[in-house]
């Protein structure tokens, strides 16, 4: 069964009222395939709710959707309903976010690397959606502010996500591995290799990112890479 069916199942178990946040509420503490389920309908449901707060949706955007998830033309329909459910819902996207994070994290408790990685791997799809259309415009940057700071996301892992798909924004390679400017050589690859292992795809659906959504490890590790390379030129300078 394609995720997209298992998508629509869970959407069909709604009761009559009932929002598509139910849905993630639903889906807390299942097992990875479940997980997946809940990822995709985070990156669609917000990036509906982001799509909306630059004032217009774009096709672009609608675009963006297909290439983040390898969306075939059978089905695109079941993939617009999830999107258009969400741009109908009554629910503020702050609603959405918090319990995405509580799906993806048990409450009470601090984020664990995997967690933390899969709410990154969502913004990381809502940043590619801000993207599509060329422009980083100021409400989308607020809303990704928030939906960061949400999933308890610090400033530092927002900046390094901006720099990333942001034209212009500032980029600094010991952010991008995560390291202080004052390490070693020696800690800064050991952050890049680690760095590039939860990039990898087997890593990533181990985590609860669906097979059709391991294509937004690409520009992460250009720009891992491309930090590790700026860290050693630094270094040998």
């Known amino acids: ?18 929002g598509l946040g139910a849905v993630f509420d639903r889906l ?3 097992a990875v395939p ?4 809940g990822f995709t309908i985070a990156v669609i449901a917000l990036g509906a709710k982001m799509a909306k707060a630059d004032g217009e949706v774009t096709r ?28 109908q819902d009554v629910a503020g996207f702050d609603t959405y976010a918090r319990k995405i994070a509580v799906l993806f994290n ?18 990381e799809g809502l940043f590619q959606i801000a993207m599509s259309d060329g422009h980083y415009h100021p409400a989308e940057d607020q809303f990704l502010r928030e ?25 600094d390679p010991y952010d991008v591995l995560g390291i202080s400017q004052q390490a070693s050589l020696a800690d800064a690859r050991l952050a890049w290799r680690a760095a590039v ?3 990898h795809p087997d890593v990533m659906m181990a985590r609860g990112v669906p097979a059709e959504a391991v294509q937004l490890a690409t520009r992460r590790l250009i720009a891992i890479n491309a930090a590790w390379d700026e860290i050693q030129a630094k270094v040998a300078a």
């Open 1 to 18: 069964m394609s995720i997209w069916n298992r998508i629509i199942e869970a959407i069909a178990a709604l009761a009559s009222g009932e």
């Open 28 to 30: 807390r503490g299942g």
């Open 34 to 37: 479940e997980r997946s389920v």
């Open 60 to 87: 672009d955007e609608v675009a963006t959707f297909r290439r983040i998830f390898s969306i075939s033309k059978s089905e695109e329909a079941n993939a617009a309903h999830v999107y258009n459910l969400a741009r």
């Open 106 to 123: 048990k409450p009470g408790l601090p984020l664990c690397a995997d967690d933390r990685n899969v709410l990154i791997d969502i913004l």
């Open 147 to 171: 939906v960061a700071q949400i999933f308890g996301l610090d400033d530092r892992c927002f900046r390094v996500l901006r720099g990333r798909f942001v034209d212009g924004a500032p980029r």
């Open 197 to 199: 292992k939860d990039s």
